[in-house]
C-alpha cells in the first residue's frame, strides 16, 4: 500500500467516529447552555417561507397570526393558537394548536371556472417546531394539515419556515 492509499484509507476511517464524536461534543455543549426560556417577550414579526409564504406575527402567548398570499393567486390569512407546548432543549420548543385559515382566490387570468367560489374557510392543526437562536431571534419550522369547510369540504397541508424577531 502506498502513501495516497494509506492515506485515503485512514481519512474513511476516522470519518464516521469523528462525525459522532463532533456530534456528542454539540450535544454536551447546546446541554450544558444555561437553561434560558424559549418564550419572547413582547411582540414579534417576521417572515414565513413555503405555503404560504408571508408575513407572520406573535405576541407571547396570544395566538399565531399569519398574512400571506401565493405566487399563484390566492391571498392566505389564518389565526393560530398553540394549545401545547413543550421544551426539547434550552432554546428548542415544539408545539401543537389549532387555528381557522380564510383563502380568498383572485381570478383575473381566467384559470378558474365561473362557478368556482372565490374564497374558503377552514381549519388547520399546526405542529411544528421553535428555536430561540438569539434572545430576540425565533427560528420556526411548521406543518399543518387542514380541511377546507365552506364552500366545499376538502383536505389540504400548509408548510413552512421562517423567522421572527420580537421587540
Known amino acids: ?32 447552555l444555561p437553561a434560558r426560556t424559549a418564550t419572547p417577550q413582547g411582540p414579534g414579526i417576521g417572515i414565513m417561507i413555503g405555503e404560504p409564504t408571508g408575513l407572520t406575527f406573535r405576541y407571547r402567548s396570544f395566538p399565531v397570526i399569519g398574512l400571506a398570499w401565493s405566487i399563484e393567486n390566492h391571498f392566505h390569512a389564518h389565526c393560530d393558537y398553540w394549545v ?36 374558503e374557510l377552514g381549519v388547520r392543526i399546526p405542529v411544528g417546531l421553535s428555536f430561540m437562536a438569539l434572545p430576540k431571534l425565533e427560528l420556526f419550522a411548521e406543518i399543518a394539515p387542514g380541511i377546507s369547510l365552506l364552500p366545499s369540504t376538502a383536505f389540504d397541508l400548509d408548510a413552512g419556515i421562517g423567522a421572527r424577531w420580537y421587540f
Open 1 to 32: 500500500m502506498n502513501e495516497a492509499q494509506f492515506a485515503k484509507k485512514s481519512i474513511r476511517e476516522f470519518r464516521i467516529p469523528a462525525l459522532c464524536g463532533a456530534c456528542t461534543v454539540l450535544f454536551i455543549f447546546l446541554t450544558a
Open 84 to 119: 401545547y407546548t413543550a421544551p426539547l432543549a434550552a432554546t428548542l420548543d415544539w408545539y401543537a394548536g389549532a387555528g381557522a385559515k380564510f383563502i380568498a382566490w383572485e381570478d383575473n387570468d381566467g384559470r378558474r371556472a365561473r362557478h368556482e367560489p372565490s374564497s
